[in-house]
């Protein structure tokens, strides 16, 4: 194998079948993928998600994971968001030309494993390669599948009044991992990535109780965006308490130094759950019960007056709105 | 002591909230002369907790808010040079000038990159040895030092492409120039922290002995200004006015020596315009004859043409303390972060963007 990825391994040639042969079909074994039809066939029964997403961030690797640990961690908890179980992915590769075998290698192997762990399997894909400065070292693009269990209605727009909100735990994480890295901005950290697949947590969540309301991950825009998404889709207010929302001292830290406020940070491993108040502490206690809901907690609760903002009690007892994340804070972080 | 959760401890800020309840008698309004505070007053929600007898105005201490439209203009036209590359802190690329932004000429073309120091934007230029690095000069003593640091280094490193337009501000000057126009009547001064952690707290004299006016250097963490606020009640409950730090961890009465230094070698003041204030004198910093090779007013043929305010704005109001943000019709409707008229809604220290962002007209 070349060292380095060229232009030639995307044009449908050898070094191309090379690529897909020793490099994508050893990683990703399963029968559907290795018939290397035009598109993997299958059959599938009871109502079905099926979610996209692309995947740019920058730099590629940072600590806490890279880009195609990413990938399948995004693309799952977006269908792990509706309640559904991950089954299959997608995944095309957009590479510059010039990247080393070598850092392509490493990310086919974080794909493998986080695919493995998410018990989801990569059946198709593609790649391109293209001119250097056309791409950013590696663009990946991802669709996935998954089957929603009987019972489960989970959607932005079921809040309630009365309901509570809960977050799986600490904010910040990922956005400010990768930002330590970025050239020009590189400080020194200990902080890693919280991106993680989060099928298993909704699982045991649903086990506890299928009443869930809405569940949403709170990626690009932090959680002050997504509480606003929520909370304009079911019309309705959610107050949160400042002093309930778990930030670790370092991305305090962070942000103070940066001007960031973590409510805005991005997530890649956490997840907002909205629940019937009867229910609130059957699933916190199945969360806290799995690797990835250690830290959750109650933050706030749903209101009916004022619908569409997020209020939060501040820690001197006054409380103020919180808004959308308006324009760019963090540049490709995901 | 992690310097951060320690001043957010809510037992903390109810202790010192009941003792300014219990302290304050007389009716009196202070100034938070810096964006800084106001952001942190805003996102704390501190003037919800004071009692009625103290009202706060927000002050002019938001180096963007204040810079001039014929200054964003230059900048704006410097971008458009061919060969040059603007190098500048984030704030500034959505500033409107009188008819663009940084922004949108990047957009078009123009090479304007981000940088988080001055010391990028001498790479930068180490980087382009054919192109011309210009770095935007705008903030107050607080970031002048660094600025006057690059351009020493530029000297001794021998590069050639690195410019400085100095369109820097100092704050004593200006506090005058309003304690003199009379238009607000204040009684008290939170003073900048980051600004005083250069100048130390001597500058302010001038206030507490000639305008009778208490002065507390204030941090930016809740419970600063908390035990900022509760100080200045206590001067005007025992009918004193005088200097006092009340962030100890940041600020020396006499400054930091080696920073003014380096700005007293590179700078020397001059008349600048403030928005909505206009010409104050000494209140600018332009870069000395010594260092003129780096200074881009020198160096460039900038011609921007006349300045145009947008109508309705009311940002110069809002910045001398006049008016609130609640006042100016287009707020909220016609002026917001996405689509900002005037600069007080695009910098995160502006007076407007904290009453939108923090919900400052919200009573739920």
Redesign the interface.
Known sequence: MKDKILLAHGSGGKLGHELVEKGFLKAFANPLLAKLDDSAVFDLSGRLAFTTDSYVVSPIFFPGGDIGKLAVCGTVNDLAMSGAKPLYLSLSFIIEEGLPQGELNQIVSSVRKAAQEAGAEVITGDTKVVHRGSADKLFINTAGIGIIPEGVDISGGNAGPGDKVILSGSIGDHGIAVLSQRE??SFSTQLESDCAPLGSLVAEMLKASLNIHCLRDPTRGGLATTLNELAKQSKV?IRIEE?KVPVR?EV??AC?ML?F?PLYVANEGKLVAIVPAKDADKVLKAMRENHYGKGAAIIGEVKA??PG?V?MK????????I?ML??DMLPRIC | MKFITEFRSSELAEGLISQIHRKSKTSARFMEFCGGHTVTIFRYGIRRVLPSTIDMVSGPGCPICVTANADLDKAIALAQIPEVIIATFGDMLKVPGSHSSLQEVKANGADVRMVYSTMDALKIAEDNPGKSVVFLGIGFETTAPTIAASILQAEENGIKNYYVLSLHKLCPPVIRAILDSGEVKLHGLICPGHVSAIIGSHPWEFIAQDYGIPCVVSGFEPLDILQCVNMLVAQIENGESKVEIAYRRGVRPEGNQQALKLMEEVFETCPAEWRGIGEVPDSGLKVRKEYQPFDAEVAFDIDPGSPYEPEGCICGDILRGVKTPLDCWLFGKVCTPESPVGPCMVSSEGSCSAYYLYGGDFEG
């Open positions: 020009g901005l207010s002093e001292e305090l830290a103070e001007g406020d007056e004022y903002r209020v501040t820690c001197l007892g006054s409380s103020r709105i808004d308006v324009g």
